[in-house]
């Protein structure tokens, strides 16, 4: 555990020596002891000691001092250290000032030179404040600490990311005492917003979501290699064919656009995975499975989009975002499937900003005691109903059916029925979304009745179903009239299968219309949208790699 620091400060060295050693001679097992000659070197560096989320216990200050008395010196820390204690070094003519600096600054005690001996005179003192000191003290959060305004989009977006790749974060909000007070230390403005701090006492503001993760140590770059296979998309088939292609000796390579994990990655508990009798978090499998798949030696390649493939003899040259391009034997496409796009008045007006597509686990903390909804009604909202309601007063699901049992597991059902503040309301639809900078209300109509009624909400959480990533496909690989990849025996009934395809044997069962190039996961059409499938597909897939692969 890392120790809090005792801070002296006195500008007469050898009076400065010999109370740092003392202090390091009995609390050097429990505390850090910090000593300096200069006031202003002092301040200077509690700023980076703030930034980098040191605690401070104790400050102790000579009075009389040339660059700034000690009473003056212990104003100014307050600003930084307002709960530290607060001892003033004094000589007996400097009695009257330490008296008045008990009411202006909340003086702790003040010690007269010498102390001599310092079981006697000092230590005892210090005991008791220390013990004072930590019978009220929380330990200041080690790691990244992101400060920025609850609604904005952008603050949404770094807080998606970087709980999405698995990151320990501290959220500050810009608007309350601890994130006021980091940002105006720093000289920050709103404009600057978000603003992150790293352990090191490091910051950037307003950074891109490339440079979170060049700070985070994700590597966004690609290395100018031949991989025997690459895995578009880090989803759980995704995951499951990196695993299995570096584990059977393949070079394989995994990019992921976001953050691993895909839509189960977001899923605050899931039940019916084979082998977690008591659930577990998509988050604990995305972190299980990256683990894995990089012990085996899969190369990952995040945060990084691709917008084409093409065909070059036996090679498949991948075209990334930035425009660099990968050479591959073999792809899995591996994509998924993103949110539907909810097109109601208000809605896009308020993404990121009270209005969420998934995020449940990101934005709950910010709904605690308050009014929210959700709309859809499959495993994933009703994963999402049963999380917020740790957190939110009332939880509203809103569907356009007269019942969860179409679309939804009976476990969940059987579990939203226990939680007394989770409401199903059947029959209805969102027609409006209101609000100034945020979300604050919906508009909210009984599709069979035609009434419209208006709720406060602090936030909507949209579930309406999925449509594959696949717009940045070429014609070359054939998806269905909903965009999902077809693949295997499928592809017989389009006409233009014969046209693309021109080996002599059919397609692999996972296999789309142009050769090497597999899909798997939800992405792929038929894809029975389970977690388990997936993994099962993704692993399969690597099978029929390794047949390709001893064709060519």
Known sequence: MDQSIIFVIDDDVQVLRAITRDLKNKYRQDYRVLSTSSAKEALESLLELKNRGESVAMFISDQRMPEMEGVDFLSKAMEYYDDAKKVLLTAYSDTDAAIKAINNVRLDYYLTKPWDPPEERLYPVINDLLDDWQNNFHPDFKGIKLAGYQFSPKSHEIKEF?????????????????????????????????????????????????????????????????????????????????????????????????????????????????????????????????????????????????????????????ILGDDKEIMTKAIVITTGVDYRQLTTPGISQFKGAGIYYGAANTEASACRDKVVFIVGGGNSAGQAAMYLSKFARQVNILIRRDDLSYTMSSYLIDQIKGVAHISVCTSREVVEAKGNERLEQLTIQNIKTGETYTEDAAALYIFIGAKPFTDWLDQEIITNDKGFIETGRDLQHHDNFKKIWKLDRDPYLLETSCPGIFAAGDVRAGAMNRVASAVGEGSMAISFVHKYLAEI
């Open 162 to 318: 970087l709980s999405g790749n698995l990151i320990p974060y501290q959220w500050l909000d810009a608007t309350e005492e601890e994130g006021k007070q980091l940002l105006q230390l720093n000289q920050f403005e709103a404009k600057d917003l978000p603003v992150m701090f790293f352990e090191d006492g490091t910051m950037i503001s307003n950074p891109s979501i490339i440079d979170v993760a060049n700070r985070i140590g994700l590597n966004p770059d690609v290395k100018n290699e031949i991989f025997d296979v690459v895995v578009i998309g880090a989803g759980p088939a995704g995951l499951a064919a990196s695993v299995y292609g570096s584990s059977e000796g393949l070079k394989t390579l995994l990019i992921e656009r976001r953050a691993p994990g895909g839509q189960a990655g977001t899923s605050s508990r899931i039940e019916n995975y084979l082998g977690f009798p008591s659930g577990l978090s998509g988050a604990d499998l995305t972190r299980r499975a990256i683990t894995q798949s990089v012990r085996f030696g899969t190369d990952f390649l995040s945060p990084q989009s691709v917008k084409a493939i093409q065909v070059q003899d036996n090679y498949k040259k991948i």
